[in-house]
C-alpha cells in the first residue's frame, strides 16, 4: 500500500526530494503556513505518518483493494464481519471503500491527523476524511486500585507505548461479577443465565456510555463505582428507567391501544415527556451532522429524566378512566420503544430487568 500512494504523491507533485539545508536527501510533503513535513528519511526510513497516510487511501478507495476478505464472524445484529488477508477465499471480490471516513484517534494525534486530513483532500472532496479526536482515557485512583494497579490516590492516565493499559475484558468481568450480585437481589426469580445476560448487558452499556458522554475536549475519566449509579448522569440509571417501563407494561396486562385521544395526556409531566420523545430525529440528524455521539448520549438521559418526573407523579395503572389508562400506557411504550432505538445507536441494549 505504502509503494502504491507514495508513487503517486511523486507523480502528482504532493511530494519532493529535498535537495538541500537540513532536509537534504529526504521526501517531504509542503504544508501551508507550516514547515515542511518529512515523509522519508534520508536514509529511506518512513516516517510515523507516513504510516497513516496508506490506510486513509486504502479506506477511502484512492488505491485498488489488494486484499481479499474472510468471514470472521456474525455479529449480533446479524451482519457479518469480515477479516482482510492476502489468502484466496470463498468469498466473492467485494468493496469496502467509504465517500467518507471518520477516524477516531485520540488529540494527542491531532497535527499528524491534520497532515492527513489535508493530503487526503487531494484526492477526494474536502470532508471526505475526518479525524475525530478525544482526550486521553482514565482511570480513577479507585478503579485502579480494584483492578490492581497501585496509583499513591491519583487517576491513571492510559497509554499503550508506555505499556499502561487495563484490558477492556477485564473491567467488563469485574462490572459482571459485581451487576450480577446486585440483579440476583433484587430478582430472586431469575435464573443464572438471565442474571449473566443482564450483567453483560449493563457492564458493557456502562463502559460505552462512560465513554461517549463526555466532551470530545476533556478528559475521559470512568470510575466503577460512579458508573453503576441508580441516580444520575449514568447508564444504569438510564437502562433502569426502560426497566421500570417494561414492567408497567407487564402489570397492564394488555396491548395499548394507540387508536386514542391524546389530548389526555395533559399534565406538565406528560407533555414533558411528549416533547422529549418528539425531538427523537432532531438529536439524531444533530449527532450525524456534528459526528457526536455525545448528543445521543445527552437525549438519553434527558429521556430518561423526564421518564422519571413522569413514574413519580403520574398514576399510570390507577388512572381515572379505562381511557386514561390506555393513552398513559401508550405514552410508556412510547417512551420505550424510542429510548431502546437511542441507546442502540449508542450500542447499547435496554434490559428488560436490572
Given at each position: 500500500?505504502?509503494?502504491?500512494?507514495?508513487?503517486?504523491?511523486?507523480?502528482e507533485n504532493?511530494?519532493?526530494l529535498?535537495?538541500?539545508g537540513d532536509?537534504?536527501g529526504?521526501?517531504v510533503?509542503?504544508?501551508?503556513?507550516?514547515d515542511?513535513?518529512?515523509i522519508?528519511?534520508?536514509?529511506?526510513?518512513?516516517?510515523?505518518?507516513?504510516?497513516d497516510?496508506?490506510?486513509?487511501a486504502?479506506?477511502?478507495g484512492?488505491?485498488?483493494?489488494?486484499f481479499?476478505?474472510?468471514?470472521?464472524?456474525?455479529?449480533?445484529?446479524?451482519r457479518?464481519?469480515?477479516?482482510?488477508?492476502?489468502?484466496k477465499?470463498?468469498e466473492?471480490?467485494?468493496?469496502?471503500?467509504?465517500?467518507?471516513?471518520?477516524?477516531?484517534?485520540?488529540?494527542?494525534?491531532?497535527?499528524?491527523q491534520?497532515?492527513?486530513?489535508?493530503?487526503?483532500?487531494?484526492?477526494?472532496?474536502?470532508?471526505?476524511?475526518?479525524?475525530?479526536?478525544?482526550?486521553a482515557?482514565?482511570?480513577?485512583?479507585?478503579?485502579?486500585?480494584i483492578?490492581?494497579?497501585k496509583t499513591?490516590g491519583?487517576?491513571?492516565?492510559?497509554?499503550g507505548?508506555?505499556g499502561l493499559?487495563?484490558?477492556?475484558d477485564e473491567?467488563i468481568?469485574?462490572?459482571?461479577?459485581?451487576?450480577?450480585?446486585?440483579?440476583?437481589e433484587?430478582?430472586?426469580?431469575?435464573?443464572?443465565?438471565?442474571?449473566?445476560?443482564?450483567?453483560?448487558?449493563v457492564a458493557?452499556?456502562?463502559?460505552?456510555y462512560e465513554?461517549?458522554?463526555?466532551?470530545?475536549?476533556k478528559?475521559i475519566?470512568?470510575d466503577?463505582n460512579t458508573?453503576?449509579?441508580?441516580?444520575?448522569?449514568?447508564c444504569?440509571?438510564i437502562?433502569?428507567?426502560?426497566?421500570?417501563?417494561?414492567?408497567?407494561?407487564?402489570?397492564s396486562?394488555?396491548?395499548p391501544n394507540?387508536?386514542?385521544?391524546?389530548?389526555?395526556?395533559?399534565?406538565?409531566y406528560?407533555?414533558?415527556?411528549?416533547?422529549q420523545i418528539?425531538?427523537?430525529?432532531?438529536?439524531?440528524?444533530?449527532?450525524?451532522?456534528?459526528?457526536?455521539?455525545?448528543?445521543?448520549?445527552?437525549?438519553?438521559?434527558?429521556?430518561?429524566v423526564?421518564?422519571?418526573?413522569?413514574y413519580?407523579?403520574?398514576?399510570?395503572?390507577?388512572?381515572?378512566?379505562p381511557?386514561?389508562i390506555?393513552?398513559r400506557l401508550?405514552?410508556?411504550?412510547?417512551?420505550?420503544?424510542?429510548?431502546?432505538?437511542?441507546?442502540?445507536?449508542?450500542?447499547?441494549?435496554a434490559?428488560?430487568?436490572?
Open positions: 500500500l505504502w509503494e502504491k500512494i507514495f508513487e503517486r504523491m511523486k507523480s504532493l511530494v519532493h529535498e535537495d538541500q532536509n537534504v529526504c521526501w510533503l509542503p504544508i501551508e503556513n507550516e515542511d513535513k518529512i522519508v528519511r534520508s536514509n529511506g526510513v518512513t516516517t510515523y505518518v507516513a504510516k497516510i496508506p490506510y486513509a486504502w479506506k477511502l484512492v488505491l485498488n483493494d489488494p481479499n476478505y474472510a468471514k470472521y464472524t456474525t455479529q449480533s445484529n446479524g457479518i464481519l469480515y477479516e482482510t488477508t492476502l489468502e477465499t470463498q466473492p471480490k467485494q468493496s469496502f471503500a467509504a465517500n467518507k471516513v471518520i477516524t477516531v484517534i485520540d488529540n494527542r494525534q491531532t497535527n499528524l491534520k497532515i492527513v486530513t489535508n493530503l487526503m483532500s487531494k484526492f477526494k472532496p474536502e470532508s471526505s476524511y475526518v479525524h475525530l479526536g478525544y482526550e482515557v482514565t482511570l480513577s485512583s479507585e478503579t485502579a486500585k483492578l490492581g494497579n499513591d491519583k487517576s491513571v492516565q492510559m497509554s507505548r508506555k493499559y487495563i484490558n477492556a473491567i468481568e469485574k462490572l459482571e461479577k459485581r451487576i450480577f450480585l446486585e440483579s440476583k433484587r430478582n430472586e426469580d431469575l435464573d443464572n443465565a438471565s442474571l449473566n445476560e443482564i450483567a453483560h448487558n458493557v452499556g456502562t463502559i460505552r465513554l461517549i458522554k463526555p466532551d470530545l475536549g478528559i475519566t470512568f466503577i458508573s453503576l449509579k441508580l441516580d444520575g448522569d449514568t444504569s440509571y437502562q433502569y428507567s426502560c426497566v421500570r417501563a417494561v414492567r408497567i407494561l407487564e402489570k396486562g394488555s396491548e394507540f387508536d386514542v385521544q391524546f389530548d389526555q395526556l395533559n399534565t406538565e406528560e407533555t414533558s415527556l411528549i416533547k418528539g425531538l427523537f430525529e432532531v438529536f439524531v440528524n444533530d449527532a450525524a451532522k456534528n459526528h457526536s455521539p455525545k448528543v445521543i448520549a445527552k437525549y438519553c438521559y434527558d429521556l430518561a423526564a421518564f422519571s418526573s413522569f413519580e407523579h403520574v398514576k399510570v395503572l390507577k388512572a381515572e378512566t381511557e386514561l390506555n393513552a401508550c405514552l410508556v411504550l412510547s417512551f420505550k420503544l424510542t429510548l431502546e432505538k437511542a441507546l442502540d445507536l449508542l450500542g447499547i441494549t434490559p428488560q430487568r436490572m
